[in-house]
């Protein structure tokens, strides 16, 4: 997932909020009200829902492994609604893979709380039962844990590289190995983390064909993504929204319900996605396209990401980065009918340091020359992500809003509404301070929710991330890894076969 430059990631929160705030509207015109209606409409809904505390004896929430998760507390539970019954046939999509749940959960998960319903959701997610027992291969489509594929537990490191001269002594330092031993079930975490990203990613290659909708592919993403690893709260899943962004857009756009959107042979689509486990996220993304006009612009970007892994490392400069990125990209040109198009950096798109449940952490690496003079440092991961444009080389925010990530720097913001509370309970128990998109909280039964999640981004308390766009007719295309800077080398974590 993305990191904006400053200028456009630390935004007042008045300006992200509003622009969440004209998309929620018009997805909100549908009921047709009245400003002035809205908030007696909001507080209706809240009055007119019956709500009982689920207070069984020995009912404990799950507590969240994330810093920002909420910590105790009971679930409220609508008791008024009833589910259908479940069909005992189980139907295949056009994949071959069962059809999951509907979106609400059943009876038991309303009176039970919310852990029996996240149990519920991951069991639904997991595919639990429906792979071989002695599987010791990956299905098509993927529905084979990675755990079950390595059952010693040891998951295969990424492509090791040596650090610069300077640095070379670590290899053969004795107590550097010691260190590196210490951390190894960190590092196995991410690595498996990773073998899901690279076996996900082999499927998505599969059905993200022309003519595809982009809301099918994404959930048929998401879904081999829980199933490999064993989706379960907080502790394993998915880290962030599947963004698909197209041509011009180059990043933060993932399909809202609803949308039609259907992907093209002359479309270069952006796929980003990432994996966790228990908080060690796997930031990784590559460019698609169908059409092999755009290749030497694949290429070009490709090759910048490369070049910028190389040249990261233990004690390196944040500006000594941007600034190889930078030499490469410029060097690159595209011939699209007849015209010549310079290739451009996107100067206000980084790469990022990436902390435990948080996808972007305290530092940036730019795409070009300039920028922080801050170093690297053993045992931190990084993104190392680079856009490579058509255009101006420069984003701006457009279109509607998908992506949301609580702030886990707000401290307490009082909330009033109580639908708005009620929502900020299902983000943190679910969520903590990872990213989300609207598709994740209608696959967790939230309804009727744009109002309150307006209320706690103009609060600040949720953060909205609008996509990323340069201007239209543009194509933008984008390569990203994510490193691990071990004691003794880099590791590129989440390397694999196709790039």
Avoid at 464 to 484: N, R, W
């Amino acid at each position: 997932m993305t990191s904006a430059s400053a200028s456009l990631a630390r935004a007042p929160a008045g300006g992200k909020a509003a622009a969440a705030g004209d998309a929620m509207q018009a997805a909100d015109a549908k009921n047709a009200l009245p400003r002035d209606a809205v908030a007696a409409t909001t507080e209706s809904e809240a009055s007119a829902a019956t709500v009982t505390r689920a207070e069984s004896d020995g009912e404990a929430e799950t507590q969240s492994a994330a810093p920002a998760a909420s910590k105790g507390g009971k679930k409220k539970s609508n008791n008024k609604k009833k589910s259908k019954k479940k069909n005992d046939n189980e139907e295949l999509d056009e994949f071959g893979l069962p059809i999951l749940p509907p979106l609400k959960a059943g009876p038991a998960a309303r009176s039970g709380g919310a852990a029996t319903k996240n149990a519920a959701l991951a069991a639904a997610s997991s595919g639990a039962g429906d792979y071989p027992a002695d599987a010791t291969e990956q299905t098509s489509p993927p529905r084979v844990p990675v755990r079950v594929l390595f059952p010693a537990g040891e998951f295969p490191s990424g492509e090791m590289q040596s650090y610069r001269e300077e640095q070379r002594w670590r290899e053969t330092s004795e107590e550097k190995r010691l260190q590196e031993r210490l951390e190894s079930d960190m590092v196995n975490e991410a690595r498996q983390a990773a073998e899901v990203h690279r076996q996900v990613r082999k499927f998505v290659y599969k059905i993200a064909k022309p003519g595809v909708k982009l809301i099918d592919m994404c959930e048929q993403l998401e879904d081999a993504n829980r199933r490999l690893v064993e989706a379960r709260g907080l502790d394993a899943g998915i880290a962030f929204p599947t963004g698909c962004s197209l041509n011009h857009i180059a990043a933060h756009w993932t399909p809202n319900a609803g949308d039609k959107t259907v992907l093209g042979a002359d479309d270069v689509m952006k796929v980003d996605f990432g994996t966790q486990i228990k908080g060690r996220i796997i930031d990784c993304a590559f460019t698609l396209t169908h059409n092999p006009k755009f290749n030497p612009l694949l290429e070009v970007v490709r090759e910048a990401t490369n070049t910028g892994i190389r040249t990261a490392g233990v004690d390196v400069r944040l500006c000594e980065v941007g600034a190889a990125v930078q030499e490469v990209m410029d060097a690159g040109e595209i011939e699209l009918d007849g015209k010549v198009y310079p290739i451009k950096s996107v100067r206000n798109l980084n790469g990022h340091s990436i902390e435990r449940y948080r996808i972007h952490g305290g530092k940036s690496v730019p795409n070009v020359k300039g920028g922080e003079s801050t170093r690297m440092e053993e045992g931190e991961f990084f993104a190392i992500e680079t856009f490579g444009s058509t255009g101006r080389g420069l984003v701006h925010e457009d279109l509607e809003v998908s992506h949301y990530m609580r702030n886990p720097d707000a401290g307490r913001v009082p909330i009033r509404l109580p639908r708005a509370k009620q929502l900020l309970s299902t983000i943190d128990r679910n969520f903590g301070t990872l990213a989300f998109c609207r598709r994740f909280l209608d696959r967790l039964g939230e309804e009727k929710y744009l109002m309150a999640l307006k209320v706690l981004c103009d609060s600040g308390v949720v953060d909205p991330y609008p996509p990323l766009c340069d201007v239209k007719g543009s194509y933008v295309a984008q390569f990203e890894h994510t490193i691990y800077l071990h004691p003794t080398k880099k590791e590129v974590l989440s390397r694999g076969d196709d790039y």
